[in-house]
Nanobody, 120 residues
Framework: EVQLAESGGGLVQPGGSLRLSCAISGFTFSNTYDMSWVRQAPGKELEWVSTIFSVTDVTAYAASVKGRFTISRDNAKTMLYLHMASLKPEDTAMYYC????????????WGQGTQVVVSS
């Protein structure tokens, strides 16, 4: 059974940085699954943030975070990360790691989420 567990969220001031982590167990996703970060702000729909493609290691970012966020994983491919810099209040959301690139709740495996609040 695939299990994903996010951590690293918290309260940060505008302009600050955070690194989110996602512990992956139950499968080896190398050459198997693309891995993504998705977020949901209060009262808004789920928003795709970033993906790292399993075979090529190519990364992709939403326009709203490109240049500020970096997705990565460890060599053992048991951890997924999202380094977030130059944070803005509009980055406030629950952040989820998941398998695949879809934002549909019924597609892929999801973690429980970690809350990020950007506020002064």
């Amino acid at each position: 059974e695939v299990q994903l567990a996010e951590s690293g969220g918290g309260l940060v001031q505008p302009g600050g940085s955070l690194r989110l982590s996602c512990a992956i167990s139950g499968f080896t996703f190398s050459n198997t699954y693309d891995m993504s970060w998705v977020r949901q702000a209060p009262g808004k729909e789920l928003e795709w943030v970033s993906t790292i493609f399993s075979v090529t290691d190519v990364t992709a970012y939403a326009a709203s975070v490109k240049g500020r966020f970096t997705i990565s994983r460890d060599n053992a491919k048991t951890m997924l990360y999202l380094h977030m810099a130059s944070l803005k209040p509009e980055d406030t959301a629950m952040y989820y790691c998941k398998t695949g690139i879809s934002t549909r709740r019924d597609e892929g495996d999801w973690g429980q989420g970690t809350q990020v609040v950007v506020s002064s």
